[in-house]
């Protein structure tokens, strides 16, 4: 199972003061996870994940979530990300 810990973040525009990364996984669902001044935690050093579909595309069509899920500590987003594993 993929983790926190697998994510390659990259650092955003020095603007935005943020890092984001994203990881497709085998069943065909992925992430993307983003800590940044206008994501939701951002500025608390929280994250924001968004459920991925085949295409990489954000959906909000799954039994995960209907939206993005903000105000996630690494461990959060480590258990949401093995809920999309699940999928």
Do not use: C, W
């Not at 990364?21 to 001044?37: C, T």
């Amino acid at each position: 199972m993929k983790t926190f810990k697998d994510l390659d973040f990259i650092e955003l525009d020095p603007r935005m003061n943020g890092v984001s990364a994203s990881m497709m996984f085998e069943n065909g669902y992925g992430v993307s996870v983003v800590r940044h001044s206008f994501s939701y935690g951002g500025k608390s050093g929280l994250y924001e994940l968004a459920v991925l579909d085949a295409d990489g595309e954000l959906t909000y069509d799954t039994p995960v979530t209907g939206d993005v899920i903000g105000y996630l500590t690494p461990g959060e987003v480590t258990k949401t990300m093995a809920l999309v594993q699940a999928l």
